[in-house]
C-alpha cells in the first residue's frame, strides 16, 4: 500500500488543533486561578410576606380576613419581621413596623417615595388629583402644597384666625355646660360627639366664616345639617385608602363589588351640597366687586393671583382640608379622656397643671399651651397609643430603590404602621400601657407633638409632611384644656371602668365616650 499525502496533512492538522486547544486549556485554566470567575450578583430580594396566586396575588386572603389591617399585623407578628412584602393585584404593598426603617423611607429615600398611589378613592375625593395630599408627585401637587403652606398655614394666616378658634372653644364650653344642666342629659356628655363638632365648627368658622350651615341650635349643639356633614367627612375619612379591591385590580371598579364608591359618592354629594352654594356664591361676589377683604381662608383661596385656582381646585381643596383637620384631634382626645378617667391620678395631675398655669378665673387660651407640657405629654401618648387609622396615607415608590437591604420595587405602596410604629416593644417600655410621664424631658423643656424620629406617627413628614402641624397642635391641646380644666370627668353611674375595647372595623374606641361631666369653674366663665 503506498504512502498518501492526505493522511499525513489530516495528522498535522489534527495535531496543530490538539495543541491550540490545550494552549487555550492551559490559558483558561491560568486565568481561572489567579482570577477567579466573578459571579453574577444575586438579585435582590423583596421584603418577606405571603406567597401570592397568580394575577390576583394575596387578595383572597385580604378578603378572607377582614378587617385589612389586622391581617396585616397578625401576618407580620407571624413572620417576626417588621417590614412586610404583600402583593395585592399587581401592586406590591410594603407595610412597615421600624421607625429605623421608617426612618431610610421618609428621610435617605424621601425623593423617591414623594408620591401617591392612584386609586378609586382617591380619584373621587381628589376631584380627578387637583388638591395636595392626595396627588401623585409633580407639578399640581408643587402648585397646591406650596399654596397651602404659603397661604393658608402661614404663622401669619395662623395668628390672624385665633379670635375664629377662640370663639369656637368658647362655645365648646357652653355647650358642654349646657349638657350638664340638661335634665334629660343626667349630666351625661357623649364626648366624640362633642369632640368632632368642635373640630368641624373650627374648620368651619375658618374656611367659611360660620358655624351653622343652617340655623343651628341655641344650647350650642350642631343642628340636623351639621351633624350630616360631619358625618359626611368621617365616611370619605373610612373609605378612603380602605384596601378596596379595585384599588389593585382596576378593571372591576366599575362593578364596585365592596360598596366603596357608592359610599364616598354619597358623601361626597353632602359635602358638595353644602359647599357649592357658599363658594360659587362668594367667587361671584369677589367678582362682581360687592365683597373686597378676606374674611376667612375661602376668601384667600379666591382673592389669589398666584396661583390662581380654579372653582373646581377651591371646591376640591376645602373638602381634603376638612378631611385632614376633624379626625386626628377629636380621636386623641376621646381616647385619651378614655384612659384618664380609668387612671385618675394622670386627671388629676392634668388638672393641676392646668390650675396652676391658667387659675379658676379664666379660660384656657392658645398662649398658654407652651406652658401645658403635662397635657401635651397625654395628647402625645394618645397619638402613640391610638391613632386615629392603621396606616399612614401611603407614599409611592416612584424608582426601584434598595432600602433595609431589600428591593422596592417602582410602583410599591409604602404603609407605614401607626399601630407597629407606636407599639413596637423594642422602642417601647410597656407599649400597651397609657403612660403619659414617657414624654416628658427631664430639664423640663416643651413637649411637642410631632415626632420626626417616627417612632409613632402624629403628622405626616418628609416631602409629603403636614402643612398644618400647628393648626392641629393647637386645636388638639384647646380641645384636650378646655375639657380638663372646665370639667370634672368621671364614669356614668353603675359603670366601674370605661370599655376601651377597639372598634372591629378600625381603631376607633368601640362605644363612643359617655362620662359624666360636671362644671367646675366659675358660671359666668361658660355664658358666652
Known sequence: MGYDPRFFWFHLQSFWISLLIMIISVFTITKALRFPLIQKPKKPKLPPGPKPWPIVGNLPEMLANKPAFRWIQKLMQEMNTEIACIRLGNAHVITITSPTIACEFLRKHDADFASRPISMSTHIVSSGY???????????????????????????????????????????????????????????????????????????????????????RKNGGP??????????????????????????????????????????????RIMNKYHDPIIEERIKQWNDGSKTDEEDLLDV???????????????????????????????????????????????????EELD????????????????????????????????????SVPHACMNDTMVANYLIPKGSHILLSRRGLGRNPKVWNEPHKFKPERHLKSDGSDVVLS????????????????????????????????????????????????????????????????????PRLAMELYHL
Open 451 to 518: 415626632q420626626p424620629n417616627l417612632k409613632f406617627i402624629t403628622f405626616s413628614t418628609g416631602r409629603r409632611s403636614c402643612p398644618g402641624v400647628t393648626l392641629g397642635t393647637t386645636m388638639t391641646i384647646m380641645l384636650f384644656a378646655r375639657l380638663i380644666h372646665g370639667f370634672t370627668w368621671s364614669a356614668p353611674p353603675n359603670v366601674s371602668s370605661i370599655n376601651l375595647a377597639e372598634s372591629k372595623d378600625g381603631t376607633l374606641l368601640a362605644e363612643s365616650l359617655v362620662a359624666v361631666a360636671k
Open 356 to 391: 396652676n398655669v391658667v387659675g379658676k378665673h379664666r379660660l384656657v387660651q392658645e398662649s398658654d399651651i407652651p406652658k401645658l407640657n403635662y397635657v401635651k405629654a397625654c395628647a402625645r401618648e394618645a397619638f402613640r397609643l391610638h391613632p386615629i387609622v392603621p396606616f
Open 223 to 268: 343642628g340636623f345639617e351639621e351633624a350630616e356633614h360631619v358625618d359626611a367627612i368621617f365616611m370619605l375619612l373610612k373609605y378612603i385608602y380602605a384596601f378596596s379591591i379595585s384599588d389593585y385590580i382596576s378593571w372591576l371598579s366599575a362593578l364596585d363589588l365592596d360598596g366603596h364608591q357608592s359610599k364616598l359618592k354619597k358623601a361626597m
Open 130 to 216: 387637583v388638591t395636595t395630599a392626595l396627588v401623585p408627585y409633580g407639578e399640581q401637587w408643587k402648585k397646591m402644597k406650596k399654596m397651602v403652606a404659603n397661604h393658608l398655614f402661614s404663622p401669619m394666616k395662623h395668628q390672624w384666625l385665633q379670635d375664629k378658634r377662640t370663639e369656637e372653644a368658647d362655645n365648646l364650653m357652653f355647650y358642654i355646660y349646657n349638657k350638664c344642666k340638661n335634665v334629660n342629659d343626667r349630666g351625661l356628655v357623649n364626648v366624640r360627639d362633642v369632640a368632632q363638632h368642635y373640630c368641624g365648627n373650627v374648620i368651619r368658622k375658618m374656611i367659611f366664616n360660620a358655624r351653622y350651615f343652617g340655623k343651628g
Open 301 to 351: 383661596m379666591i382673592s389669589l393671583k398666584d396661583p390662581l385656582l380654579t372653582s373646581k381646585q377651591i371646591k376640591a381643596q376645602i373638602i381634603e382640608l376638612m378631611m385632614a383637620v376633624v379626625d386626628n384631634p377629636s380621636n386623641a382626645i376621646e381616647w385619651a379622656l378614655a384612659e384618664m378617667i380609668n387612671q385618675p391620678e394622670l386627671l388629676q395631675r392634668a388638672t
